[in-house]
């Protein structure tokens, strides 16, 4: 299995690239059928979920926008389930149809914190679509409309993902290799 290094760190090929852009495929497919005729706004949350929105939204054929917020919860490997917003939400979302777009979903805190943050603004709808989710490290329960894949608890990397801001270019997601 090939395996890159990152720092101080090794990891394998967990995901390759054409698996994830099946399931990007997929959920664009799913948000299509909810959302056509809303003109929904996409929020990506950065910096990890920049590959997947961009992969996500080329693939939806009816107009739509797009913002991004950028959100820290990370240090290293670990997250104190802290949510530091680094750049905040400057579109109005009353009365808005929004799709909240993370590239992943692990203990709960951080899409917690941001739907309860865009709801006190009376969005018309609040959908969350998450590439990966891991729904054993969840802390708090939170359910995802949209999700692409259900993974393990490993640490990973690559498709935006990273370890102390390097990997992210990766194509493919790989794990920690223990």
Do not use: W
């Not at 299995?1 to 099946?22: G, R, S, T, V, Y």
């Amino acid at each position: 299995m090939p395996a890159i290094q990152i720092k101080d760190k090794f990891f394998e090929l967990f995901i390759p690239e054409e698996k994830i852009l099946k399931e990007v495929q997929r959920v664009a497919d799913q948000i299509g059928n909810d959302m056509l005729g809303k003109n929904p706004l996409f929020i990506c949350v950065l910096n990890g979920a920049f590959m997947f929105a961009s992969d996500l939204i080329k693939r939806l054929d009816f107009p739509c926008e797009v913002t991004f917020i950028r959100l820290k919860s990370y240090e290293g490997t670990g997250t104190e389930g802290l949510v530091k917003e680094i750049h905040g939400l400057i579109e109005s979302v009353t009365d808005r149809n929004v799709v909240v777009v993370e590239d992943i979903i692990d203990t709960g805190h951080t899409i917690c914190q941001l739907i309860e943050t865009i709801s006190k603004d009376n969005p018309a709808s609040l959908k969350v679509a998450t590439l990966l989710f891991k729904p054993e490290a969840l802390k708090i329960k939170v359910s995802p409309d949209y999700v692409a894949m259900d993974i393990p608890s490993d640490f990973i990397v690559g498709y935006g993902l990273d370890y102390d801001g390097h990997g992210r270019n990766l194509r493919d997601i790989y794990k920690l290799r223990r």
